[in-house]
């Protein structure tokens, strides 16, 4: 019978609750109240995250299936009550009365249709007076949404609205795993990366019903919510920046090396040379990053892989980092060797230090990007072995402790 039931239910309207007393029975009778006036076959969940009020009691009284969540954090609830629902879909709203849980049929609609993950828009549906901070409304919503437009092409203008729906196998498929509040931006990042439909519908916004402060903490939170989306875009945080630092200083350190260059009235010399190596290495380095960040990502399934990667990884190998580096490592050692013979035919005495600044800063560059590609050939060696399926951990730990003692 229980298998039945589970079968038969469409949705799951979830809502995680950390001491809502105070809102929690309006909210899940408003939920209710929605699928009988729907014809939805659904149920009501809560996620509750060790409330102290008798939050559980009440959701009980009222019908609602409590699912208790000992790992403490907004994502952790949302992610055990995911993994409980019975629903085909699932709808997840806060329990603080400040969504609407009467008004779900453009979620239901647009799930039906397809979609993957239905976002609400707050701004287009209607943020009542005092239902969300200004620094919220006009800084730190608007500047992270368009942050997650650009680096994920994210069809989402509230990245942040809490009243979501979405197709519970899929969700279940991106393997979420924040537990804080930033599992709200993970869930849009990830379903984006792997190509989910993802659209969006108009929703409202209300001044919650609690006579306590919120959980959110505007620049704790809001700077985890920054480092995530910029922690799954290796791409922007990495090669973009790395290679124009490795343009410009590649440009500028060619033309310098043949002495100074002189721009509308300005000289540029060994002072803008040392600048370029620093933007050489940087940039080269950068681009290292990126390269082990983009393998490492798409090794353990937390970014999906392309065929442009795809490439690059089968050109690279230990054996090829090893000869570039130590092309660059014979450079490095042929300009030193030459700065050795430049010296010894003014009789090892006192040197023009333009010349040899110049010379040194080619040997350090070339050195620098030799030991860099070796490593990083190592280090992609090592990301790239496949994982031992019957070593465990006790097995792995016995093999290392055997290495340390030779």
């Keep these: 019978m229980q298998r039945l039931v589970i079968f038969m239910t469409e949705l799951t309207i979830l809502m995680p609750c950390l001491n809502e007393a105070e809102t929690l029975a309006v909210c899940i009778r408003k939920a209710q109240a929605y699928l009988d006036s729907s014809g939805v076959s659904g149920e009501v969940v809560i996620a509750d995250n060790g409330s102290t009020d008798g939050s559980q009691a009440i959701a009980e009284s009222l019908g609602a299936r409590v699912v208790p969540v000992a790992q403490r954090g907004y994502g952790a609830a949302l992610g055990a009550g995911i993994a409980a629902a019975h629903g085909r879909f699932v709808i997840m709203g806060d329990s ?5 849980f009467s008004r779900l049929d453009p979620f239901v609609a647009a799930l039906r249709g397809g979609a ?3 976002m609400g828009n707050r701004f287009k549906g209607g943020i009542a007076k005092n239902a969300m901070p200004p620094l919220h409304r006009y800084l730190g919503n608007p500047v992270l949404s368009t942050i997650g437009r650009v680096l994920y092409r994210a069809p989402v203008g509230d990245f942040h609205c809490g009243l979501r729906g979405f197709s519970r196998a899929a969700i279940l498929g991106l393997k979420l795993n924040t537990p804080g509040m930033q599992f709200a ?3 849009v990042i990830k379903a984006t990366l792997t190509g989910l439909k993802v659209t969006e519908v108009p929703t409202t916004l209300s001044p919650d019903g609690r006579s306590r402060p919120p959980h959110l903490r505007s620049w704790r939170d809001g700077w985890l919510h920054l480092k995530l989306l910029l922690t799954f875009a290796p791409y922007w945080l ?15 350190f060619t033309a310098l090396m043949f002495g100074p260059v002189n721009l509308g009235g300005l000289t540029f010399d060994t002072a803008t040379l040392i600048l370029a190596t620093a933007l050489v290495m ?3 380095q950068m681009l290292c990053f990126h390269a082990l960040a983009q393998l490492f990502a798409v090794r353990f399934g937390l970014l999906p892989t392309s065929p442009g990667f795809e490439r ?3 050109r690279m190998s230990v054996d090829n980092a090893c000869i570039l580096g130590a092309a660059f490592l014979v450079a490095s050692v042929v300009a030193v060797v030459g700065g050795v013979v430049f010296w010894g035919q003014s009789g090892f005495g006192p040197l023009d230090a333009s010349a040899i600044v110049r010379i040194a800063a080619l040997a350090v560059v070339c050195a620098s ?10 280090l992609w060696g090592l990301l790239g072995q496949r994982l031992g399926e019957s070593a465990g951990p006790k097995e792995m730990q016995l093999a290392l402790g055997q290495q340390g003692a030779r």
Aim: hydrophobic share 40%; charged share 15%; aromatic share 16%.
């Design 116 to 118: 993957d993950l239905v």
């Design 312 to 314: 690059w990884r089968g």
């Design 185 to 187: 931006s993970e869930m």
């Design 238 to 252: 990495f090669y973009t920046p790395g290679l124009i630092l490795l343009w410009l200083g590649t440009a500028a």
């Design 96 to 100: 603080d009365d400040s969504y609407d």
């Design 282 to 284: 940087t940039g080269y």
């Design 369 to 378: 990007l030799g030991v860099q590609t070796i490593t990083t050939g190592f």
